[in-house]
């Protein structure tokens, strides 16, 4: 039975991702616990399998409906920027609570920690060295993804290609020196409140950092599927928004953890 729309809207067909998907985080979190408990890996990395077995095929599904199938119009492309635009409103609202936690911390130390910043026993990082480093790769990330933009709107697809897989370079090469820092630390995130904002702030911003690369990666691949065009490349923008964020994000941890926090 064939269906005729009147209305530019996006009425999505049945699909079991969301019930696949919700199984295979259940078992994750469910496999991680026994990990963490038993020291018994089969069922987080069933978990994990599911998760990214749903990710491939849901992606797949949405990438055919708005290449191959034409059901992202203009009013659903408008809708998908608003939804893009609110999800990276409410990330700075989450890294807000972490530089919330650290500067009350450190503005006002406790006698628990000595009344000093950074507390007594601790040895911070030097921020010119690795952290330093760091930076100047994300900004550069930051002008390749930009690149990359203004090559697909000229459609010079070659180049495109090029800034992309450079920025993903970038980012692969962020995080190996993030774990190298990590690894090497003089502190762990159980040494008073520094080492908890410290990791967690650093941590969640590093695991943003992989997202978005596994997001740039998504695009290059449909990219040299020749699935943009300079007029119909929301996917694309999406992930360089995102990008975006995660470097400002970076500036300002680098700035006031760091930096200031030394």
Known sequence: MKNNFNHPYHLVDFSPWPLTGAIGVMTLVVG?????????????ILGYIIVILTMYQWWRDVCREGTLQGKHTILVSKGLRWGMILFIVSEVFFFLSFFWAFFHSSLSPNMEIGLIWPPAGITPFNPFQIPLLNTIILITSGISVTWAHHAIMENNYSQMSQSLFLTILLGIYFSMLQLYEYIE???SIADSIYGSTFFMATGFHGLHVMIGTMFLLICLIRHLNKHFSNSHHFGFEAAAWYWHFVDVVWLFLYISIYWWGN
Do not use: C, E, S, V
């Open 32 to 44: 991680i616990t026994k990990w963490f408990h038993n020291f018994n890996m089969n069922l987080m």
């Open 185 to 187: 630390a003089p502190f």
